[in-house]
């Protein structure tokens, strides 16, 4: 499977042609061959999927693929770096997930972005990050995928950025690169501890299950935990500062300030789930050797699931909420792997997260580009400036409803199925989780029907001009992704992606599933009787739970305990300290050593007089010196 | 001191008076090479130092090995190439004066710095 490499030229030669040639051609040109260079992947991955699902089975089980792996720095023996290509069935479903949502996102920018200026820009960035995003997830070892997982957050940095001539932009797309640069020192520092004590850096070694490879760890302690767990609790700080976690969530609400396409590209369907793939990726060793880590990530990713759902309910702009949304979605994928144990019915989690992931990017990635044809069509975010939109929009409305009903767990929509599989494996670890999940998942279908009907219900606003439906290049993605959205939960998911590899047959558990569908409803049913029409009575709620409602409305102050800190705290005891000693110490140094040579070269300058009068005495003068010395010496 | 001078003034000229002479020649040429301000007088000093190369040649190649011929050939080469170096010099010299209607050392400095 050779090919698959052309997967990774592609993108990169668009995003150089692209980038290099920038403005010299005409913007509908650098967006046709962005546009066809995805088609051209999208295609290679859909046939690579076929190819490894169809082929490569062995006994049940499926194989590893690493059709390409050079060696790419050889330090030692030992240290050496390679670069490859890593199939099996994680990676070959990210490649389909991405490929296909990129894919998308071209086409609806084609649309959406006409009119901008740097439009070839953009599309350079898009490769890029297309690149980077497929490299993440089919690197053979650790290493490839932190040079990736950086090249990833470079470019969403630069997406985030795309408006750069807008301060909240810059702001936002400097949060984002350096919170997650920041998490992603946990995530270097992880990789190091890990490959020091097993000498590799390899997938394939360490998810082998062969305990030779983790002996150098044994008995080794750090602080009262094994050095494992260090390891693999920082790496999980690198996938929790990509994927959003609580405490370091905070970038992702900002960076909608990119474009909206962007937003449902990267902060939605893909860079964000990266740090989901991180954990599965290394899940044989969370499993098997630091379950105690992995009981940890399902509770933040329970934790950051639930306060980001509160949150999303008071949010009024659009895009916020979606964002908030997302990051209460890659928590339930966190908490299914948390809660998942390894092979058969044990490692429903695992099944049910990477399902979940699946048809979390496609039905998110719906909503964001929904929720971009609506801001296409009435210039703002705010939902006080929408409302009543479904006659002028039908398209935008249908696809919308499909991706909240979606969301919302209704069958027979794809997320109903694998948010149940997440649930059933909830339960199944302990009743608790279980129910803090259902009630999550019940304000999941709140928040998203309050947006739903904010958009498109509710009072109508007066608009300056009549709100339209987008163009064919904006619609055609909304109709394919909402059919996707309907028919993936019917993908036998079990068949091709499990913990152990082997095949395993999804069966809906009945009391979980019409709990969660009932209790859905109800939330729906509160949404419709209190957003659909104009009524008093979100008014009166937020009066009555003023605390509640400041409080999640300003996203209960992280981000201002962030600003203490880092302004407060930090900046002043330990940046200004640092500053003064870069000043006047190592400055002062440098400048004492300028100033020295100047004050010698000024002293000696004379002698260069150009008078060659002088020179010729001088010589003279030498010439005597030295025949006096040969002759009397 | 009799003898010396009878011997001096009746026999062939000694090697010493033509060594004398280049020597007494040649410190001229420094002297003025060092001490003149006009660019002539600086190239008339360095054909002066020339020359005085010149006559030690030949009087060496005379006295030391007087069947061969090199030494005379080197110098009138010194000759041939002193003319040339003197054309240039004078071009050079004609044109500084053009620029700057005078031609002394001191004030040729509008290239420096």
């Known amino acids: ?633 | 001191m009799g003898d010396l001078l009878t011997s001096f003034l009746s026999g062939p000229v000694p090697l010493e008076a033509y060594l004398g002479l280049s020597l007494i020649m040649f410190f001229a040429g420094i002297y003025g090479f060092l001490s003149r301000k006009s660019l002539l007088m600086i190239l008339i000093s360095i054909e002066l130092m020339l020359n005085a190369a010149d006559i030690n040649f030949v009087v060496f190649n005379r006295y030391l090995y007087p069947s061969h011929l090199e030494g005379f050939y080197f110098a009138l080469f010194t000759i041939a190439i002193a003319a040339c170096e003197t054309a240039v010099a004078i071009a050079i010299i004609i044109n500084i004066y053009r620029n700057l209607s005078n031609v002394d050392v001191e004030n040729i400095n509008e290239m420096k710095e």
């Open chain 1, 1 to 633: 499977m050779q090919y698959t490499i052309l997967i990774l030229v592609l993108p990169l030669l668009s995003f150089i042609v692209l980038g290099l040639v920038d403005s010299k051609w005409k913007p509908r040109v650098a967006g046709t061959i962005g546009t066809v260079v995805l088609g051209i992947i999208t295609a290679l991955s859909y046939y690579t999927a076929w190819e490894y699902f169809s082929l490569h089975r062995i006994a049940g089980v499926y194989e590893k693929v690493i059709p390409v792996n050079v060696e790419w720095l050889r330090f030692t023996d030992l240290l050496h770096i390679n670069l490859g290509i890593l199939l099996d069935p994680i990676s070959v479903m990210m490649l389909v997930v991405i490929t296909t949502v990129s894919f998308m996102v071209n086409i609806y920018s084609l649309g959406y972005m006409l009119n901008e200026k740097g439009f070839e820009r953009y599309y350079a960035f898009l490769s890029l990050f297309t690149f980077s995003m497929l490299g993440l997830v089919i690197a053979t070892n650790i290493f490839q995928m932190y040079i990736f997982w950086e090249l990833v957050g470079v470019s969403s940095y630069l997406l985030i950025g795309f408006y750069y001539t807008k301060p909240s932009a810059i702001a936002a797309s400097k949060k984002a690169f350096i919170v997650t640069r920041f998490a992603d020192l946990g995530f270097l520092i992880g990789i190091l501890v890990l490959s020091f004590y097993t000498k590799t850096f390899d997938f394939g070694t360490l998810t082998s299950g062969n305990p030779a490879v983790f002996a150098g760890t044994v008995g080794q302690t750090f602080m009262g935990y094994s050095v494992l767990s260090w390891a693999m609790a920082l790496i999980f700080i690198g996938g929790a500062g990509k994927s959003a976690m609580f405490p370091l969530h905070i970038w992702l609400p900002d960076a909608m300030e990119g474009p909206t396409p962007v937003s449902a590209l990267i902060h939605a369907a893909t860079m964000v789930v990266a740090g989901v793939f991180l954990v599965a990726r290394l899940f044989p060793v969370y499993v098997t050797y630091t379950p105690d880590v992995l009981h940890g990530i399902a509770y933040v990713g329970a934790f950051t699931s639930l306060f980001a759902a509160v949150i999303a309910c008071v949010q009024t702009d659009i895009k916020r909420v979606l964002a908030f949304s997302t990051i209460s979605q890659i928590g339930f994928m966190m908490v299914a792997l948390g809660v998942s144990g390894s092979g058969g019915t044990e490692g429903t989690g695992y099944m049910a997260s990477m399902f979940h992931l699946f048809t979390h990017a496609m039905f998110k990635a719906l909503l964001f580009l929904g929720a971009g044809s609506v801001i296409h069509a009435v210039h703002s975010n705010e939902m006080n400036h929408m409302g009543g939109l479904r006659k002028y929009m039908p398209i935008t409305n249908w696809t919308f409803l499909i991706a909240c009903l979606a969301i919302a767990g209704i069958p027979p929509f794809s997320g109903f199925f694998s948010k149940d599989e997440i649930l059933s494996a909830c339960y199944e670890y302990s009743p608790y989780m279980g129910a803090t999940m259902t009630f999550i998942a019940a304000l999941t279908a709140f928040y998203m029907f309050r947006l739903y009907y904010s958009i498109f219900w509710g009072k109508e606003h007066k608009h300056e001009h009549t709100p339209h439906e987008s163009p064919f290049a904006m619609a055609l993605p909304l109709v394919f992704l909402a059919t996707v959205t309907v028919f993936a939960g019917w993908i036998p998911f079990g068949h091709f992606v499990t913990s152990d590899r082997a095949n395993y047959d999804i069966h809906l558990d009945l009391t979980v599933a019409s709990v969660s569908v009932i209790i859905a409803l109800c939330s729906i049913g509160l949404a419709t009787f209190m957003y659909r029409k104009e009524s008093q009575v979100p008014k009166k709620l937020a009066t009555t739970f003023a605390g509640l409602h400041s409080a999640a409305s300003h996203r209960f102050y992280i981000d201002e305990v962030y600003l203490f800190v880092t302004k407060k705290i930090i900046f002043n005891n330990i940046s200004r300290p640092l500053a003064w000693f870069d000043r006047h110490v190592i400055d002062a140094t440098m400048n004492g050593f300028a100033a020295t040579s100047q004050w010698v070269s000024l002293k000696i300058k004379s002698f260069q007089s150009g008078q060659i009068q002088q020179y010729a005495y001088v010589f003279l003068l030498g010439t005597l010196v030295i025949t006096l010395l040969v002759l009397f010496i």
